[in-house]
């Protein structure tokens, strides 16, 4: 069974911070995706990553997937309450089917 | 047009009712699923139906029953559910078979109740 760990599971910090999330798994993925998830919303798709040490950028985003594409990290620069929201990466093995992460809470505090 | 859509956005029903939530993307998308997620916790996978064929069932409970009419739509019956089936249902959709990413768009979701 595959599982993707992620960490911390709740983070709180004051709006002008820099936070990383992690997440960790013992199986390969051949993609990995990250979504945002606000309240009584769908989560929505931030980036899709699918080379060993690809790196992404989005705005204040920065998006790693590790070397042997079994973890990824998601790292935010000068938080903004915006950013706020449930992340969830997820882990793709070339077939319909994803393997979501334990999901990690954020939330910016003005 | 890169939205999934879903409706109703809420739904309050007893156990002995029977409703359906429907799904719509315009995305010419082949794959179209369905999740369950409980407060703060991950989607769960339920369904995953790929070219209107259902490929991926996750041992779900014969009272959800999904039903995909043609490309574009999505259904899931539901019939004789329990309290504890109470959560948010997402609909999502990607695209075709064969490729090493399957970028999952989602919808909002509907928010059920089971009193």
């Known amino acids: 069974t595959q599982l993707l760990e992620q960490s911390p599971q709740f983070l709180s910090i004051q709006e002008g911070e820099n936070l990383t999330v992690y997440c960790n798994s013992s199986?390969?993925?051949?993609?990995l995706q990250w979504y945002r998830q606000e309240p009584g919303e769908g989560p929505v798709l931030l980036v899709t990553?699918?080379?060993?040490?690809e790196v992404k950028k989005l705005k204040r985003l920065t998006f790693q997937f590790g070397d042997a594409r079994k973890d990824s990290s998601l790292h935010i620069t000068a938080a903004q309450p915006g950013d706020t929201g449930l992340y969830l990466c997820?882990?793709?093995?070339?077939?319909?089917?994803?393997?979501f992460g334990t999901g990690t809470r954020l939330t910016i505090i003005p | 047009d890169t939205e999934v859509t879903q409706t109703p956005k809420h739904l309050v029903m007893g156990m002995t009712n029977k409703k359906s939530l429907k799904c719509e993307q315009h995305?010419?998308?082949?794959?179209m699923y369905w999740y369950k997620q409980k407060a703060k916790k991950p989607p769960e996978l339920m369904f995953v139906?790929?070219?209107?064929?259902?490929?991926i069932n996750e041992s779900v409970p014969s009272r959800f029953s999904p039903e995909c009419p043609n490309s574009s739509l999505l259904n899931l019956h539901l019939h004789a559910l329990q309290p504890e089936d109470s959560a948010l249902y997402l609909c999502?959709?990607?695209?075709?078979?064969?490729?090493?990413?399957?970028?999952?768009?989602f919808g909002p979701g509907t928010r059920l109740t089971v009193t």
């Open positions: 990553v699918v080379t060993g040490g």
């Open positions: 139906y790929s070219y209107e064929k259902l490929s």
């Open positions: 999502a959709s990607s695209q075709d078979s064969g490729r090493i990413t399957y970028e999952q768009y």
């Open positions: 995305m010419g998308h082949r794959a």
């Open positions: 199986s390969v993925f051949s993609s």
């Open positions: 997820a882990g793709g093995s070339g077939n319909e089917k994803l393997t």
